[in-house]
C-alpha cells in the first residue's frame, strides 16, 4: 500500500477572539469543532464546490458569502471553475476534501459551509433532493415538525426514504438520496409539485412561494434549493445565527415526532460539544444520503414537469401569489421565437410604492424587463436608469389592471404603449441593445447600454438615438392604448375584483 500523502500544516491565528458572545465561545473553538468533527463531514463535502460563510469579527460583526477562493488562499487548496450564469468569466469555489483544508478555511472565519447538491464530475447531476422547512414568524420548529410528517407521507407513498436534520437555525431539511443519473429539471419540478400539492391540501400551515408576507404563522417549503445554482448548509456545519454556535445535525424521524408531542423544541438544538458526543455514540445518521440509490417515480415526475413554471420564469413565480393577483401564472413550457432580433414590446405605466414605467421586450420565449422610474426619454442627449427585473411570461404583454395591495408590485397597471421592435445591434450579453420601436404611442431609435455604478452594481442606461420622439399630450400621457382609460379609471374599476382573486 502506498503510504498516505501528509497533509499540509495549517497556521492558526487570533485564537483567543470571541465568535459566539452568549458562551464566550472563540475562534480557537471553532476550528477545534471543526478539526474534531472532520471524520464526519468531509464525506458530505468531498467533491464539491462549497460556498463559505466568513464571520471575521465573530457573529456580531458583518458576515459576508465567499464563493471565490480568496487571493491568498495556498497553493494546496484545491479549487473548481464554475460558469457564471449571468455574465462573463468564472467563479473558482474551493473544494474542501480534506481535514487541512476544513481547518484552513475554519481558520479564515468560515464558521458556515454550504456545498452544492452536485459533485464536480457531474455539475448537471444532483444527488439528492432537498425539501428546506423554512418557518414565517408566528411558526417555530414545532410547527416545522407537523410540515415535515406531511412531506414524509407523500414520500413514503412513493416508496422514498428521506432523512431529516435540523438546520442548526430555526428550520428543518429533508434529503431525499438519490445517487442516480437525473436531472435538476426533474427534481426541481419534483420538489415544487411536491410542495405546491402539500399548499393546495394545507394552505393554513404551507407555502410555496418565497414572499414573506405570505408566511406568517405558515411554513416555506422551499424547493427551490433543487437548483445548480443554490447551496445547501452541509451537515455538521456550524451555524452563525444566533450567539451561541448550534449545529446542522442529523435527528431520527422518533426525535421529531417526539418534540411535535412534546412541544419541547429545544431538544434539536446542538452545541458544539453535543453535537460531538452524539456523534461519537450514534455515529453519522447521515451516511446514507451517500449511497442509498433511489428513484423518482417517473409518472410523478413527468406530471410535476408538466406543471412546473420554466426556471427563465421561476423568480417571476416565486414573488407572487396567484390566488391573490390577476397576474397570467407562466406557462409550463416557452415557445422561443427562433428570429430573436425581433418581436413584441410593451411599455407599462405602472402605481406601486412608486410611479414608473416598465419596459418588456420579447426576447427568448420571454419578456426581458426593465424598471423604467422616469420612463423612455424622448429627446435626444437624455439618459434615463432603467433597473433589469426579473423575467415576465408573453402573456403579460396586455396586463392591464389592479395588483392587490400587499402583493409584489401592488397597484395599479396601464399598457400604456404595444408594440414591436428591431434589435438593430448588440445582445444582452453584450450589455448594449440598439432598438427600432414601432409603437402606438411611440416610435424611433433608443440604444440601452449597461454600465458599473459607483457602488459596484451593473445598471442599464436608455436614450433617444436618431430623432427627437413625438411629445404626447397629457391626455395621451395618462391614457392606455388598450382601453383608453386612465390611471384613476383602471383603479377604480378593477381594484375590488381583483382583491378577492377573481379574474
Same mark, same amino acid.
Given at each position: ?42 464525506? +458530505? ?72 447538491? +452536485? ?385
Amino acid at each position: 500500500m502506498a503510504p498516505r500523502a501528509k497533509l499540509p500544516e495549517v497556521k492558526f491565528s487570533n485564537l483567543t477572539k470571541i465568535f459566539f458572545p452568549e458562551k464566550k465561545v472563540t475562534k480557537g473553538d471553532v476550528i477545534a469543532y471543526y478539526v474534531a468533527v472532520a471524520r464526519f463531514i468531509l464525506p +458530505h463535502l468531498r467533491d464539491r464546490p462549497v460556498t463559505l460563510i466568513r464571520f471575521p469579527d465573530g457573529v456580531e460583526g458583518e458576515k459576508f458569502y465567499e464563493k471565490n477562493a480568496p487571493g491568498f488562499a495556498p497553493a494546496w487548496i484545491q479549487t473548481h471553475a464554475v460558469a457564471r450564469k449571468r455574465s462573463e468569466g468564472q467563479t473558482n469555489y474551493i473544494v474542501i476534501n480534506d481535514a487541512a483544508s476544513l481547518a484552513w478555511c475554519a481558520n479564515i472565519a468560515a464558521i458556515e459551509f454550504h456545498p452544492f447538491l +452536485h459533485r464536480i464530475s457531474n455539475p448537471q447531476q444532483p444527488t439528492h433532493v432537498v425539501f428546506d422547512l423554512d418557518p414565517g414568524d408566528g411558526a417555530d420548529l414545532i410547527t416545522c415538525a407537523r410540515v415535515a410528517f406531511l412531506v414524509k407521507e407523500i414520500l413514503d407513498g412513493l416508496g422514498l426514504k428521506s432523512f431529516p436534520k435540523v438546520s442548526g437555525s430555526k428550520g428543518l431539511q429533508l434529503y431525499v438520496p438519490l445517487n442516480t443519473k437525473i436531472s435538476y429539471e426533474a427534481t426541481g419540478a419534483f420538489a415544487k409539485a411536491t410542495a405546491e400539492l402539500l399548499q393546495r391540501k394545507h394552505p393554513d400551515l404551507i407555502v410555496s412561494q418565497m414572499a414573506k408576507i405570505q408566511r406568517r404563522g405558515r411554513v416555506l417549503i422551499d424547493w427551490s434549493q433543487n437548483s445548480p445554482s443554490k447551496t445547501t448548509v452541509a451537515v455538521y456545519s456550524m451555524r452563525g445565527k444566533n450567539r451561541t454556535p448550534y449545529i446542522s445535525m442529523p435527528v431520527e424521524w422518533l426525535e421529531v415526532k417526539r418534540v411535535l408531542r412534546s412541544k419541547r423544541p429545544r431538544t434539536l438544538f446542538f452545541t458544539p460539544d453535543a453535537a460531538l458526543k452524539r456523534l461519537d455514540k450514534s455515529g453519522d445518521l447521515f451516511a446514507p444520503v451517500l449511497k442509498l440509490k433511489q428513484t423518482l417515480p417517473k409518472a410523478f415526475t413527468q406530471l410535476a414537469a408538466a406543471i412546473s413554471a420554466p426556471p427563465q420564469l421561476q423568480k417571476y413565480e416565486d414573488k407572487r401569489d396567484f390566488s391573490l393577483t390577476a397576474e397570467p401564472r407562466p406557462t409550463p413550457k416557452l415557445s422561443p421565437k427562433k428570429n430573436s432580433t425581433s418581436g413584441r414590446f410593451v411599455i407599462q405605466k405602472h402605481a406601486a410604492s412608486h410611479l414608473h414605467y416598465d419596459l418588456r421586450l420579447e426576447m427568448d420565449g420571454t419578456l426581458k424587463s426593465w424598471a423604467v422610474p422616469k420612463g423612455l426619454p424622448t429627446e435626444l442627449g437624455v439618459k434615463r436608469s432603467a433597473f433589469a427585473v426579473e423575467d415576465h411570461p408573453i402573456s403579460y404583454l396586455k396586463f392591464e389592471g389592479t395588483i392587490p395591495k400587499g402583493q409584489y408590485g401592488g397597484g395599479t397597471v396601464m399598457v400604456w404603449d404595444i408594440g414591436t421592435y428591431r434589435l438593430l445591434s448588440g445582445s444582452l450579453a453584450e450589455g448594449s441593445l440598439k432598438l427600432l420601436f414601432t409603437g402606438k404611442k411611440l416610435t424611433g431609435e433608443w440604444h440601452m447600454f449597461k454600465i458599473r455604478s459607483a457602488d459596484g452594481k451593473d445598471v442599464w442606461l436608455i436614450a433617444k438615438s436618431g430623432q427627437p420622439a413625438k411629445l404626447l399630450t397629457p391626455r395621451q400621457e395618462d391614457s392606455s392604448i388598450l382601453t383608453r382609460r386612465s390611471m384613476a379609471q383602471i383603479a377604480l374599476d378593477n381594484y375590488a375584483q381583483w382583491q378577492s382573486g377573481r379574474r
